[in-house]
């Protein structure tokens, strides 16, 4: 049986089936990750290898999905420039001190082997899952990274980042520099501890206007996928963020392999237009999952018919699992994927 992600990456045109994996598969949804997320803070989890592993194969082995994300979070590349983050429940991720001048910039320094306990956990999944799961490592983008740091916590609009880039835009570009700098040398790590594919999460770059997101999001992404190649790391690279459905083409430019779209996005009309061998990834609303058997089996299905057998094609969804999915609905979407024949192109 072969790893259908890498199949579907490599060569679309003979691959039948769609592989599937959901953004948040391992987290509160699940009684398995709940009973050990009892007895540990979140953080403790990410950072101990033992625990991260095991969290990151707990959805492998319910539902078989084709790839394994590696558990840990976004933000901790800003805790390896040395920011002070906790999460604390209902709030989420909070710095206490966030970022907001030149003098807080100018502080930010690599704490050396930080993340050398993620490594470890990529290696501890490695060897646990079968060959038939592709192991994808990830990073947060900077753009995205940086408005954590600067906004201090989960924020809708980003007043804090957006005034800074306005008023400072050197200030904030050395910021997203900086980030840059780490998340270039973390993804370098998870490829030499073998993962097979990496994602980059830009999840609110909705925020932007397209000269922003040109400037500040796709930019940096560019640097980074260009940085890794240079280092020898030949992984497809993934890029994520609500509203990928509009600022695609700049992505296809930065040199991705894979657009993951947010379910606001029409897969058909961005494959008339992408160039061939651009790879798509998403795009089910997750609200769906809390719909009926046949609701999703009619959406998968439509989602799947709407981009064509030579284009790579990885089935997720718009944006992360909620913490109260049914366990139920997220087989349907499995089983619903995995019931898809995908027409095989003949040449
Ligand atoms: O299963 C997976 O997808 C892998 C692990 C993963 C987590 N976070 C675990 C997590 C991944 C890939 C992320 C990425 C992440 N983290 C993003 C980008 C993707 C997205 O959802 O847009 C962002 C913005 C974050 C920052 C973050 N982490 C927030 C805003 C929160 C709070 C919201 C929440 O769900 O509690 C987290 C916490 C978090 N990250 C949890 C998990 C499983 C929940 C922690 C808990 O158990 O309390």
Not at 21 to 49: K, N, S
Not at 76 to 100: C, E, H, K, N
Not at 153 to 164: G, M, V
């Amino acid at each position: 049986m072969s790893n259908w992600y890498r199949h579907m990456l490599q060569s679309p045109e003979t691959a039948s089936r769609i592989p599937v994996w959901m953004m948040r598969q391992a987290g509160r949804y699940l009684p398995e990750y709940r009973a050990i997320r009892q007895q540990h803070d979140f953080l403790d989890m990410v950072y101990t290898p033992a625990i991260a592993a095991e969290v990151t194969c707990q959805p492998i082995e319910r539902y078989g999905f084709d790839a394994a994300i590696l558990f840990s979070d976004i933000l901790v590349t800003a805790q390896a420039l040395g920011m002070a983050l906790r999460f604390s429940d209902g709030v989420g991720p909070q710095f206490d001190i966030p970022i907001r001048t030149g003098d807080d910039v100018a502080r930010l320094q690599v704490v050396s082997g930080w993340l050398d306990p993620i490594y470890e956990t990529v290696e501890r999944v490695i060897s646990r899952v079968s060959p038939q799961t592709a192991v994808i490592g990830f990073a947060g983008a900077p753009f995205t990274v940086a408005s954590y740091m600067i906004e201090g916590r989960s924020s809708a609009q980003l007043p804090h980042t957006k005034r800074l880039m306005m008023t400072d835009t050197r200030l904030f570009e050395t910021l997203l520099d900086h980030i840059t700098d780490v998340t270039i040398a973390y993804l370098v790590g998870q490829c030499r501890a073998g993962v097979q594919a990496l994602q980059l999460f830009d999840t609110w770059i909705g925020t932007l206007d397209w000269p922003s997101c040109e400037r500040f999001s796709a930019h940096y992404i560019a640097r980074i996928v260009r940085a890794l190649r240079e280092q020898g790391c030949d992984q497809p690279i993934t890029v994520f963020g609500k509203q990928t459905s509009v600022f695609y083409p700049l992505y296809e430019a930065a040199g991705v392999d894979v657009i993951s779209v947010d379910w606001n996005g029409d897969l058909g009309r961005m494959d008339a237009v992408l160039r061939r061998g651009m790879g798509l990834q998403g795009n089910l609303d997750p609200h769906y999952l809390y719909g009926s058997k046949s609701q999703i089996q009619a959406r998968v299905q439509a989602i799947c018919e709407s981009v064509p057998s030579h284009r790579p094609f990885i089935f997720n969804l718009g944006h992360g699992l909620m913490p109260d999915i049914p366990t139920d609905a997220v087989q349907w979407v499995v089983d619903a994927v995995r019931a898809y024949q995908r027409p095989v192109v003949t040449v």
